[in-house]
């Protein structure tokens, strides 16, 4: 099983996404998601540019060995870009293990350890009121969990929150960032009132979750664990800039709230300690950001021995085929956690058909071989890539500040 051709397809519909397809000498065809939100033209320029040489050529079937070849092999190791075009391959690859053996990808994992994937879904509002009531309507719609975030009084955005129907926390096409105002004072202050009001109306019977995004030092981040103590918090967010392990140290001295972090992290390196160590509950490594099924794994499977559990990064800006991968492995793992699902702005649906449906708070794959997601390149050729930028963020006396 030879691969004769390796393809990559930048689409806007709605907002980018960046689709692998491999195609083998015996016409399977495989998807990897190869989206990284903002960076879209790099992992496009290396997957075209440096791996789609490497892969014709060779048997689709050693995905291991792929793995290895395409990660020893850049000498220059880890990084979002070359993981995520390394976890393009592999998603594709397992794609089409799935279709050659006519069996969904979880099948070939081990078959499914649970029912379905419980997922959490993202609430907010431009207060507490639109806030909680929008917690009430994923409630309504039979969600177990939600994550809660709320326009922060005196600021005139904060992250997290939905602009008008729309799935994305990112304005429009510009031709550079949008810039945000951090209080934390304001917010450390504020986000105690708006878990309260959330418990108080609205009860213990479901997971309350809540995202920081990066914003706090270690003490700041240890106070509003503490402050959320009463509520019950299934977890509190990448408290801290992830990048400094050691910060949950101290977090962990002072707060019983669980913690949660992983979202920018790409390999397990980034990750060893605080798993090893303890100092995190979750691990929110998503499977298109880090290396594949493959390598998210071995992630979960290191986490299992230390009682930390999966609870994957799933935001819009990760596509249908990054979303189904993970579901495949959250179906198997033995220390699943939870799966963010954010869903995906219309007229996504035209480019990715999925399998999975979502029904009683959990998500469902079908019964397809393979990953399960169908990629329409008439529709996604409809849909030209549009340049777009995250948004930063600045303090109220002009200092860049985390976003
Ligand atoms: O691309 C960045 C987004 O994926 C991120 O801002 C969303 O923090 C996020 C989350 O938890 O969904
Ligand atoms: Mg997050």
Redesign the pocket.
Known sequence: MKITAADVFVTCPGRNYVTLKITTDDGLVGYGDATL??RELSVASYLRDHLVPLLIGRDAARISDTWQYLYRGAYWRRGPVTMTAIGAVDVALWDIKGKAAGLPVYQLLGGAARDGVTVYG?ASGAGIDEAVADVARFLAAGYRAV?VQSSVPGLDST??IRVGGGLT??PAADDRPVEDVWDTAAYLDFVPRLVAATRDQLGYGFHLLH?V?HRLTPIEAARLGRSLEPYRMFWI??STPAEDQSAFRLIRQHTVTPLAVG?VFNTIWDCKDLIAERLVDYI?TSVPHTGGITHTRRVFDFADTYGVRSGS??????SPIGIAAALHLDLTIPNFGIQ?Y?GHLDPAGEVFRSGYHLADGMLHLGDEPGIGVQFDEEAAARYPYQARY?PVNRLTDGSMHD?
């Open positions: 939100n903002g993202h994550r992250y997290g926390y990112e995202d995004h967010e990448d979202e929110r990064h799933g935001a819009g800006d990760i963010e954010m995250l976003w």
